[in-house]
């Protein structure tokens, strides 16, 4: 089956700088991959996704990359906020299970 | 359309008990994900579920746990002779397809 690696665990940072969260696979066959954010006691939101046939997606703030040949994706928020302080996850899905990585949690200091 | 159900959201239940979580996809979509929360962790599969089938359950204890879709009325997820250890957040997601998921606000089991 699927396998998602994701690093950090935790990434602190200084309100306005930028964030990476950085994910691999291990099944080629995957081609959709989307983006939860989780805060405390809430349930994972979907951020942001991307699809095996593009190589990179925007929206405001935040934007995803994926490099099939490596299996890897990113998920990168510029200028951040403390609002963004929570939990990441990855993941990824072929044709039937969406496998998730295990967490970033990021916290953005004032 | 309302979003993606769970009920109820906190459910204590004695050791040996049996635990019924319940999750309502949103309207139109036919795929159901059930994922275990443990504090300070990740969310880990259990099992995949389509409208009266079960998909990929590998994620799921072999004993006492099983999940059904029927064909009418919620997904549900049974765990049966409950011990501390079942203790986590459940949560439910469901999809349209091979698209993106939406998660429930998930079930909060306490075993005592």
């Known amino acids: 089956g699927e396998n998602v690696e994701q690093h950090p665990s935790t990434l602190s940072v200084q309100e306005g700088d930028s964030a990476v969260i950085k994910c691999t696979y291990s099944d080629s066959a995957s081609n959709y991959f989307p983006w939860y954010k989780q805060e405390l006691g809430k349930r994972p939101q979907l951020i942001i996704d991307i699809r095996s046939n593009v190589g990179e997606k925007k929206d405001q703030r935040i934007a995803v990359t994926l490099n099939k040949t490596a299996k890897h994706f990113s998920l990168h928020i510029t200028e951040t906020q403390p609002e963004d302080s929570a939990v990441y996850f990855c993941?990824?899905?072929?044709?039937?299970?969406?496998?998730f990585g295990k967490g970033t949690m990021l916290l953005v200091s004032p | 359309n309302a979003g993606v159900m769970q009920n109820p959201r906190h459910l204590v239940r004695r050791r040996g008990q049996e635990a019924r979580l319940r999750c309502s996809p949103m309207?139109?979509?036919?795929?159901v994900y059930w994922y275990r929360q443990l504090p300070e962790e990740g969310l880990k599969f259990m099992v995949y579920l389509q409208k009266e089938n079960i998909i990929d359950e590998s994620g799921m204890p072999k004993e006492r746990f099983s999940a059904e879709f029927p064909k009418e009325g919620p997904s549900i997820l049974r765990i049966q002779q409950v011990v501390r250890g079942d203790s986590a957040a459940y949560f439910c997601?469901?999809?349209?397809?091979?698209?993106?998921?939406?998660f429930g606000q998930g079930t909060r089991l306490t075993v005592v």
């Open positions: 997601a469901s999809s349209p397809g091979r698209a993106e998921a939406f």
């Open positions: 993941a990824a899905s072929g044709y039937s299970t969406l496998t």
């Open positions: 309207k139109g979509h036919s795929h």
